[in-house]
């Protein structure tokens, strides 16, 4: 592709819980969950884990900031990184942030305010100087954040809701789906759909399938799941996502060679990773 429609996701969180830095997870990476998409110029960013502050510090130096935020659901793993978010304490900064798992009940602005009440926070509501917009969308919405980029989405299977992605650019597509737990009987119809045909599955790979049975319920998934999703919807790229904080990078490996054996061509996140779809 030539630089002026350029499509790639950058990884600045992949594990999923909590947090787990240290020198057993150095090579795959110690942050919770935050990609970077890049659409031509335009910057998208899924999820606000601890990898936020990490991206904040990157774009930062780059001159303004305006991008979207979108959120796959709010549990503290995937939104740690929002009060150390340094582009909020820029004037110029401009984001909008989306979720759709909260209405009717709530609202995603309420919630992302009350996480800076705490002035502690490096960005709190005191520092916060960003021009910030929300908007909550119903899960099954198509969006147009930018012009020439679609956002669809689909329900994910995961306790309080949560919303997976299909970002669609210059005729390529990369799918985020993350915090969802397989069902019996095959992949749901509506998430086959969204990943039809993609060009990169992000999938949520926390357990093994020997760890599996003792976490039904919790809301996560396997890499053979993701394998098999892959393979009905006739996608190409599989991306292993969301691991574990318990499996260290001798693990991970382990899981890298598997899934690679299962089908090739798939590749582990870790972070720092390009991908372009």
């Known amino acids: 592709m030539s630089a002026e429609v350029e499509f790639f996701v950058r990884f600045w969180g992949v594990r999923g819980s909590i947090p787990c830095p240290g020198a057993a997870t150095s090579r795959y990476g110690g942050n919770t969950s935050c990609l970077e998409i890049r659409c031509?110029?335009?910057?998208?960013?899924?999820?606000?884990?601890?990898?936020?502050?990490?991206?904040?510090k990157h774009v930062r130096g780059d001159g303004p900031l305006d991008a979207d935020l979108f959120?796959?659901?709010?549990?503290?793993?995937h939104i740690w990184g929002w009060p150390h978010f340094s582009p909020g304490l820029d004037k110029d900064t401009r984001l909008n942030i989306r979720a759709g798992h909260l209405i009717p009940e709530y609202?995603?602005?309420?919630?992302?305010?009350?996480l800076l009440n705490d002035p502690l926070n490096p960005l709190n509501s005191e520092t916060l100087r960003a021009n910030i917009s929300f908007e909550d969308f119903v899960i099954g919405d198509t969006l147009k954040p930018r012009p020439g980029i679609e956002v669809r989405t689909?329900?994910?299977n995961h306790p309080n809701r949560a919303s997976g992605y299909r970002i669609e650019f210059a005729g390529r597509s990369i799918c985020y789906l993350t915090d969802h737990e397989h069902?019996?009987?095959g992949p749901d119809k509506a998430l086959v759909d969204l990943t039809r045909g993609a060009d990169l599955v992000i999938y949520d790979s926390t357990y093994t399938d020997e760890e599996y049975p003792n976490h039904v319920g919790w809301g996560h998934s396997t890499w053979r799941e993701g394998v098999k999703l892959c393979e009905i919807a006739e996608a190409k790229k599989f991306v292993v996502f969301h691991h574990d904080p318990g499996h260290d990078d001798t693990f991970m490996d382990r899981i890298a060679r598997d899934v690679t054996d299962a089908r090739p061509g798939s590749v582990v996140a870790r972070e720092g990773l390009v991908l372009r779809p």
């Open 183 to 185: 069902t019996e009987g």
């Open 71 to 77: 959120l796959t659901h709010t549990h503290y793993d």
């Open 107 to 114: 609202r995603i602005q309420d919630l992302m305010l009350g």
């Open 40 to 56: 031509g110029g335009r910057l998208l960013i899924f999820d606000a884990g601890t990898g936020l502050a990490e991206l904040g």
């Open 154 to 156: 689909a329900h994910l």
